[in-house]
């Protein structure tokens, strides 16, 4: 596609339910990241994808997050039990070489856990 | 380890003045230093980056920043503000001798722009 699509755009979720959120990056791009935006923050890194290999998940806050790129082009990133800590933008942003120099971002998920 | 700070988390100006929004950076190794603009409910977009060839950087918008290894700074500038310009900037590093490196933000400067 022309860019990074992520879905869904919001998400409500009350406190312990779980929530996936799915990144769509650029075809072609080799490398995938997820970052954390809380509210009035610049954005936190959680995972590191090279094709589907997740390489660094230093990031990733507690083991109720998990993130997969199985074939190597969608991403998902799951949070089992959600806490109210939980809620912030979610942001998805790829690039078409290894690593970080130029990401294009998408709009990213709005979490909100009630 | 690397690290940024922005130094100010909201700057004003009237539209047509000077904008300077401040990057200090912490690195270890010869860093690459990028700004990215933030507009309300969209994703990062890339201004400029810095990647060890000039140290004068030109981006997009009429925006340019200077690194400063001396000072361990890479502010950014711009002569004239525009109504537009109105966003959230973050400045970012990314370790360059790192092939799985990551981006590290700064908190984040809003910029208001007074017609």
């Known amino acids: 596609g022309a860019g990074v699509s992520q879905s869904p755009r919001y998400k409500v979720a009350k406190r312990g339910q779980d929530v996936a959120l799915r990144c769509d990056p650029i075809s072609g791009h080799v490398s995938l990241f997820w970052y954390q935006q809380a509210l009035g923050q610049g954005p936190e890194f959680l995972t590191y994808f090279q094709n589907e290999a997740q390489l660094d998940k230093s990031g990733l806050p507690s083991d109720r997050f998990f993130a997969e790129r199985p074939e190597g082009s969608v991403s998902t990133l799951k949070i089992q039990r959600t806490q109210q800590e939980d809620s912030a933008v979610y942001l998805c942003a790829s690039s078409r070489r290894s690593g970080a120099n130029v990401l294009t971002f998408g709009a990213g998920s709005r979490l909100t856990v009630l | 380890a690397q690290s940024v700070t922005q130094l100010g988390s909201h700057v004003s100006v009237s539209e047509g003045a000077l904008v300077l929004l401040r990057c200090n950076y912490s690195s270890s190794v010869p860093p690459y230093l990028f700004w990215y603009v933030q507009y309300p409910n969209q994703g990062l977009q890339l201004l400029l980056k810095?990647?060890?060839?000039?140290?004068l950087v030109k981006g997009i918008n009429g925006f340019e920043a200077e690194f400063k290894k001396s000072e361990t700074s890479f502010h950014l500038t711009k002569p004239s503000a525009h109504m537009s310009d109105a966003a959230e900037y973050f400045c970012?590093?990314?370790?360059?001798?790192?092939?799985?490196?990551?981006?590290?933000f700064g908190q984040g400067t809003e910029l208001s722009v007074k017609p």
């Open positions: 810095y990647t060890s060839a000039a140290t």
């Open positions: 970012a590093v990314s370790d360059r001798d790192n092939q799985g490196g990551k981006l590290i």
